[in-house]
């Protein structure tokens, strides 16, 4: 960069302007809004871990408590109670699950784009198929599933999003019903 100037943008392009520099920077700005909303989202997650760690816990002392009382109809009551409250911790964990699994694939989306960005960003990658390549190759072995690296793999063999989508969503759904959830 050209000392004491400011640097070639799309608001005051010069001679240097390059739609490549711009597409790096659109790219980084896409990483650093993921990677904030991922931060929140992780911080609010945290509290709501501990809260339900302490009212699992609670639960666990009210059964352990009740089930040293005689039995009475308030027993009954206090421990069906305690089990619809453990049953729908049950139903918050599987969601931090799932919270758990939406993170990572932010965390690689914004691996990915980081990746790419640098890719762009060089000009003597950036015309290079076989660096092409090899950042396929990285982005793809990143995917934590099967589905997932079936949608890229789709996309690559020229599906369009929804095409993807749907291919990578009915193997889901088939695989369902071998997940175990506790």
Not at 135 to 151: A, C, F, G, N, V
């Amino acid at each position: 960069m050209r000392e004491n100037q400011l640097k070639s943008t799309s608001t005051a392009p010069d001679l240097d302007w390059s739609q490549v520099q711009e597409t790096v920077m659109m790219l980084s700005l896409a990483v650093a809004q993921i990677d904030r909303a991922m931060n929140e989202g992780t911080d609010s997650v945290s509290a709501l871990t501990d809260s339900f760690t302490s009212m699992a816990q609670g639960a666990s002392f009210i059964d352990t408590a009740c089930n040293t009382l005689p039995d009475t109809p308030e027993k009954t009551t206090i421990l069906k109670n305690s089990q619809t409250i453990s049953s729908q911790m049950q139903s918050a964990i599987v969601a931090f699950q799932f919270y758990d699994k939406l993170s990572q694939r932010l965390n690689h989306v914004c691996n990915s784009l980081s990746s790419l960005s640098e890719l762009v960003g060089d000009s003597k990658r950036l015309f290079n198929p076989s660096e092409w390549k090899g950042l396929q190759d990285k982005i793809r072995s990143k995917y934590p599933t099967e589905s997932d690296k079936h949608m890229f793999d789709a996309l690559l063999a020229g599906a369009s999003v929804e095409e993807a989508l749907k291919a990578s969503n009915a193997e889901t759904e088939e695989k369902t019903d071998d997940i175990e959830l506790f």
